[in-house]
């Protein structure tokens, strides 16, 4: 028995990355997929891997989770094709970068649309399936983006929209979780760090990229797209039936060191005589 058997779980942004990463992973653990994605071969292809793998997915593209139209068209095809949908996984985000200065309002509006407006009108279009089917489960994603500084080695600015549209993201699961609780439909967020995907790959290939990412965090290694797909199995599953409203950082500690990754040795030999001292004095902490 898989930890999602019998269970249908819609999935946004399957052609790549973390969102293919699920679609497999529901699939192993026993979810019959519905996918989408903008690009077409991407998507297609994700299909193809779960079958092959022994698994059920169906999955409509291109499609602009922007346009309320093909959402609901989206919504219709995942009834017809499996019956009345048990999860919903807003993982698809389109972001462009850029500081306040640089941005346009065309970069704003955009970001805003594919990274807060898609999720709310998947989540709405979605309610009454599982109004109908008197439960069901939502899982949005979030980023240590929405959570810590400018959440870039060194702080760099250059996410500026996007820092605030995973913040609303983040914020959004608290507020359905509460508004959607009569309906027995639990809320999460699982927030990614640094994840390796083909979004983040032209950071990592800056030289020093990818060694300056990992000192943001306690765990040295880069994320992969299948530590976020385990996470969402559990959050989707009903090993998790206890847990609404909550933000799951899986960030390797990025959140938790706040950006700052592990104690660093030349910090810490600069201070190392000076708290002796401040532990020594009389009437100090150890005085
Ligand atoms: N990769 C990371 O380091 C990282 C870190 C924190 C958060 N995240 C978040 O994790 C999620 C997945 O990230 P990823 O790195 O796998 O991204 P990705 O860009 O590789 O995949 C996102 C997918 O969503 C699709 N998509 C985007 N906008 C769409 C729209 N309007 N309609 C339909 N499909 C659309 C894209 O075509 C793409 O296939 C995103 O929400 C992202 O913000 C990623």
Known sequence: MGRLQGKIA??????????????????????????????????????????RAGGEMVSMQPLHLNDEEQVKAWIDFAVKSYGDFDILYNNASGVRGGSIESLT??????????????LFLAIKHALPVFKRKGRGVILNTGSVAGMVGAAMPGNIP???????????????????????????????????????????????????????????????RAGQSEDIAQAAVFLCSDEASYITGANLPVDGGWTASGGLGQPDPDTTKIFAEAMAK???????PNG
């Open 10 to 51: 819609l999935i946004t942004g399957t052609a790549d990355g973390q969102g293919r990463a699920a679609a497999l992973a529901f699939a192993r653990e026993g979810a019959k997929v519905v996918g989408c994605d903008l690009k077409t071969d991407l998507a297609a292809e994700t299909v193809e891997m779960v079958r």
């Open 158 to 220: 250059g996410n500026f929209v996007h820092n605030i549209s995973k913040a609303a993201v983040i914020r959004m699961g608290v507020n359905l979780a509460v508004e959607l609780s009569p309906y027995n439909i639990r809320v999460n967020t699982v927030s990614p760090g640094l994840i390796d995907t083909p979004a983040t790959r032209p950071l990592l290939q800056q030289p020093n990229g990818l060694e300056l990412f990992l000192k943001s965090a306690l765990i040295r």
């Open 278 to 284: 401040l532990c020594n004095i009389p009437g100090g």
């Open 105 to 118: 309002r065309e970069d704003w509006d955009f970001n805003i649309a594919n990274e807060v407006t898609i």
